[in-house]
């Protein structure tokens, strides 16, 4: 089974700041099939990133994803006050597919 | 556009079973696998298992070996997740979901296990 390890474990910016979350798996993912999701109170995941690097339809520019491999990245641009939520890193490549434990990003 | 409909909330005893239902629509129903995840209240995500819905085909998780079973019915579109021996644990939100490009979920169907 892949670990995903997500750091930190909460992120407190400002809005108009830069958020870079990190989710790192203890083997590597197969076809770098990673996806993020951003989680808000009371809803279902979001998803923003499939493929490592690739954004969702509707997915703001803001938002991107790098790495491969074992070691992956989410970046958000500058905080909008809609990006303060939790977000989860996801491998779908080799089952069983799990998740990353989440990062919160707060407002500082 | 495509959207995953889940069936509504449960509570059960321990011991009991409960059955979520997931219908599917604005897509192709059998080319997409169907994976189900739980979410228990402040926790991340659990991964349970998934369903081709072109051949019926099932693969679970280790942790729900024996006691979950997932099926379809091609002829509404929907999957279920039947979940037996329940467990004041298995209090959670369940969701239906696609994974990868197209990535979609269900709203959600919280089953509570109380006494």
């Known amino acids: 089974e892949i670990v995903l390890t997500q750091s930190p474990g909460t992120l407190s910016l400002s809005p108009g700041e830069r958020a870079t979350l990190s989710c790192r798996a203890s083997q590597s993912v197969s076809s770098n099939y990673l996806a993020w999701y951003q989680q808000k109170p009371g809803q279902a995941p979001r998803l923003l990133i499939y493929d490592a690097s690739s954004r969702a339809t509707g997915i703001p520019d803001r938002f991107s994803g790098s790495g491969s491999g074992t070691d992956f990245t989410l970046t958000i641009s500058r905080l909008e006050p809609e990006d303060f939520a939790v977000y989860y890193c996801q491998q779908y490549g080799s089952s069983p597919y799990t998740f990353g434990q989440g990062t919160k990003v707060e407002i500082k | 556009q495509v959207q995953l409909v889940q069936s509504g909330a449960e509570v059960k005893k321990p011991g009991a079973s409960v059955k979520v239902s997931c219908k599917a629509s604005g897509y192709i129903f059998t080319s997409h696998y169907m994976h189900w995840v739980r979410q228990a209240p402040g926790q991340g995500f659990e991964w349970m298992g998934i369903?081709?819905?072109?051949?019926?085909?099932?693969s679970y998780a280790q942790n729900f070996q024996g006691r979950v079973t997932m099926t379809r019915d091609t002829s509404t579109s929907t999957v279920y997740m039947e979940l037996s021996s329940l467990r004041f644990e298995d209090t959670a939100v369940y969701y239906c979901?696609?994974?990868?490009?197209?990535?979609?979920w269900g709203q959600g169907t919280l089953v509570t296990v109380s006494s």
């Open positions: 369903i081709n819905p072109s051949g019926g085909g099932t």
């Open positions: 979901a696609r994974f990868g490009l197209g990535s979609t």
